[in-house]
């Protein structure tokens, strides 16, 4: 594990979220159970689905807090969500095992208490704790440490909406992804979304659609849904990630509406 903590600029607003998140860090993982019925998981579980992890693949996750959805990404590149072997590690491989090809994933937050906590955790869990692919760095979303066209994927979960520019940061998440990379982000929509999905759609289940191939609320951007709920800010961040320059954008509602996952391709 490497850590790449280094002064970030920030502004007001930046520097207020990082107070608040210093603050809750070590407790950010029970608060984040407690507040969500451990629903977070499997949002997050459904932002990986979504990602379509493959082996050797560079991944970003930014405002990657405590690195809940990096470790899901860096388990998954590395094959049915078991660790891969250290290097040098006996017994890890045979010769007609397919080659490994190491990805590598970097969680990127402003805030170092969250990253120093994400540390913790990486180290206490024996398959993250010896995977060289796995860095943390201290950064801006608005203004990434990282050079153009470097990373195959990227991630935001529960973090876009402490960004202060936020046209900004998906500006700067299509800057370091490489043509053909993928951005998806999780976010809280808000909670009418949800009172008003369950009068319109009784159909739900806890977490995401139940049947059918398609998630009914899976949209492409500007189409019309049938018994969508008036109040869409889905297509208003939607409409954002295009502005940024993203192509074939999509979202799919989790929990009636509560949370989005939206993504986009650099084309
Ligand atoms: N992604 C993690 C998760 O889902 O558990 C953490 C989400 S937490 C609600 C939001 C995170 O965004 C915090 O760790 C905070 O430090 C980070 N953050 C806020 N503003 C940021 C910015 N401008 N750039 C990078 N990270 C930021």
């Not at 998981?41 to 979504?50: I, N, Q």
């Not at 202060?164 to 490489?178: C, F, H, I, Q, S």
């Not at 849904?225 to 800010?233: I, L, S």
């Amino acid at each position: 594990v490497d850590f790449g903590f280094r002064q970030v600029p920030r502004d007001a607003k930046a520097g207020l979220v990082g107070q608040v998140f210093s603050s809750v860090a070590s407790s950010y993982d029970v608060m984040n159970d407690l507040m969500s019925g451990g629903l977070h998981r499997l949002w997050k579980d459904r932002l990986v689905e979504a990602l379509r992890p493959f082996p050797g693949q560079e991944h970003l996750d930014v405002a990657g807090g405590t690195g809940d959805v990096a470790f899901r990404v860096l388990r998954a590149t590395s094959g049915s969500g078991s660790s891969r072997p250290p290097p040098g590690a006996a017994g890890g491989s045979s010769a007609s095992d397919p080659p490994l090809v190491p990805g590598r994933v970097v969680v990127c937050d402003i805030n170092p208490d969250m990253l120093r906590v994400g540390q913790q955790k990486a180290a206490a869990e024996p398959d993250l704790a010896c995977d060289s692919g796995l860095s943390f760095v201290e950064g801006n979303a608005e203004q990434l440490p990282f050079p153009d066209s470097s990373f195959d994927s990227y991630t935001i979960a529960f973090g876009i909406r402490n960004v202060t520019d936020r046209p900004a940061a998906l500006r700067e998440a299509l800057r370091v992804l490489k043509r053909g990379g993928r951005c998806v982000c999780v976010c809280v929509c808000y909670i009418i979304n949800y009172i008003l999905c369950s009068v319109y759609d009784l159909d739900y289940t806890v977490g995401r659609e139940s049947r059918g191939p398609k998630p009914k609320h899976s949209a492409r951007v500007g189409s019309t849904q049938h018994k969508q709920p008036p109040c869409r800010p889905q297509e208003t961040f939607a409409r954002m990630v295009e502005d940024a320059g993203f192509r074939a954008v999509t979202y799919e509602n989790l929990t009636s509406g509560v949370v989005a996952v939206h993504s986009g391709f650099k084309l």
